[in-house]
């Protein structure tokens, strides 16, 4: 079974108006709003990435891949357990079985998604740099104001309690393999675990999935690939001139390098940004790592609760 790509994620919220007008902000796209369903896409060419619906508890539902074929479902049925393959009802259709993680979540397979047109980048930064100039007599290019530019969902982040469970789930069922691990104690004792996409020799993300044993089952973060740092400051300042409650950046996170801008939605919900992430490919060996030597944030020094607490 190979899982081609992340697509989306389905939680439950209080207020499906008031997330909509979060999400907007922060740069998803409003496919589809029907009774109690949003479908909100980015303008990197997905169907959907993020679907809401209205409900009395906030709740996260589960997560949405691609996969390379019907037989992959077909597979995933067979072996894994997956639920009878259904046609969706959602935008760009397809086909899909859904998978249960071994705390509940639910991992839903599409296979033949209609998707869109990706929207062009802005014109990239150049950088003048000591030894390294390549910008001459040309001011650095104005970005607009207003919300980011979001290129996909590139990561998830999930709160675990079991983490040897479903760190063997996500390897063994979902294909997944797992680039670096934290452990407390001894290196037989991970308890954080960053998870990729096993593309064999292509180069994918440092991770997909990110899982953390925190004592609790649910969602920690929904990640958004921008252009560039510039992109992220810059939304940085739109997000606090709309109100909005910021959780934690623009900092640097030292295992995967990328940059981060993490944002509350209504609901407590975790929207963070991300631009410039490690590739690795089937040649990476796991790294291991004492999570007492670990920063969170390469930028900054303050303690790491409020970016974990639930």
């Not at 252009?227 to 910021?246: I, M, N, V």
Request: charged share 25%; net charge negative.
């Amino acid at each position: 079974m190979r899982i081609r790509s992340l697509h989306h994620a389905s939680l439950v919220v209080t207020d499906l108006d008031k997330t909509q007008r979060f999400a907007e902000d922060f740069g998803l796209k409003t496919v589809r709003k029907a009774g109690s369903r949003l479908y909100m896409r980015t303008d990197g060419g997905d169907a959907y990435s993020y679907v809401a619906e209205q409900g009395d508890e906030r709740r996260f539902i589960g997560l949405g891949f691609t996969v390379e074929s019907e037989a992959d479902l077909e597979e995933a049925v067979r072996e894994h357990g997956g639920t009878p393959i259904v046609e969706l009802d959602g935008p760009g259709g397809g086909r899909a079985t859904t998978l249960t993680s071994p705390e509940g979540l639910k991992f839903e397979l599409i296979y033949g998604i209609v998707e869109d047109q990706p929207k062009a980048p802005q014109p990239h930064l150049r950088l003048n740099a000591p030894g390294e100039r390549s910008r001459f007599a040309a001011p650095q290019s104005e970005r607009p104001a207003g919300p980011a530019t979001l290129f996909r969902l590139g990561h998830v982040g999930l709160y675990a309690k079991d983490f040897a469970a479903n760190a063997e789930w996500l390897q063994n069922v979902m294909g997944m393999k797992l680039s670096d691990a934290l452990y407390a104690q001894s290196p037989d004792h991970a308890v954080v675990g960053f998870f990729r996409l096993d593309h064999g020799a292509e180069w994918v993300d440092h991770h997909t999935i990110f899982i953390g044993a925190m004592g609790m089952t649910g969602l920690h973060h929904l990640s958004f690939e921008v252009q560039d740092f510039e992109a992220q400051f810059r939304t940085h300042r739109y997000l606090q001139d709309k109100g909005w409650d910021p959780n934690w950046g623009v900092g640097r996170h030292p295992l995967g390098s990328h940059v981060f801008d993490v944002w509350f939605d209504p609901d407590r919900f975790r929207f963070e940004t991300f631009s410039d992430t490690d590739l690795l490919n089937d040649e990476h060996e796991t790294g291991l790592h004492a999570i007492k030597e670990q920063d969170m944030d390469c930028w900054s020094s303050d303690p790491p609760d409020r970016y974990f607490a639930p």
